[in-house]
C-alpha cells in the first residue's frame, strides 16, 4: 500500500478518540484489519451506545454532534469530518455500521496498488 502515512494514522486516530468517548468504561473496543489482493480495510470496532440511523446520515458533516443536549462542550463536531476528506485525499472510502450487540463500526478502505 502507498499512502500517507500520517493522514492515515490521523484517520485512525479520530476513529479510536469516538470509540473511546462514546463506550462505557471499560468496555471493548477493536481493532481490526482485513486485506484482499485489491483492498486493504482498518476498522474500529465499539460496543458503546451506538449511532441512530438518523445521526448516520449527517455523521460525517462538519460540525454535526449526535448530542443534541450539546452537553459535551469539548466536541467541534470536526474529527469525523476531517477524516472523511482525508480518506477521500487518499483515494479511499469511509463507512460507518452498526456494531451486533449494540455501538457503531467505522471502516476505512484503500485500493492496493
Known amino acids: 500500500m502507498l499512502t500517507d502515512k500520517d493522514r492515515l494514522f490521523q484517520i ?8 473511546i ?3 462505557k468504561n471499560n468496555s471493548l473496543i477493536e481493532i481490526e484489519v482485513i486485506a484482499t489482493e485489491k ?28 448530542d443534541k443536549s450539546h452537553a459535551n462542550k469539548s466536541n467541534f463536531g470536526l474529527g469525523l469530518s476531517i477524516a472523511k476528506e482525508l480518506t477521500q485525499m487518499l483515494n479511499g472510502a ?18 492496493l496498488k
Open 21 to 23: 468517548q462514546h463506550s
Open 39 to 66: 483492498n486493504i480495510a482498518f476498522s474500529v470496532v465499539d460496543h458503546g451506545q451506538g449511532i441512530s440511523d438518523e445521526d448516520k446520515h449527517y455523521i460525517f458533516d462538519r460540525f454535526y454532534s449526535g
Open 12 to 19: 485512525l486516530c479520530v476513529f479510536l478518540d469516538n470509540a
Open 94 to 111: 469511509i463507512t460507518i455500521n452498526d456494531t451486533a450487540g449494540g455501538g457503531a463500526t467505522f471502516t476505512v478502505k484503500f485500493p
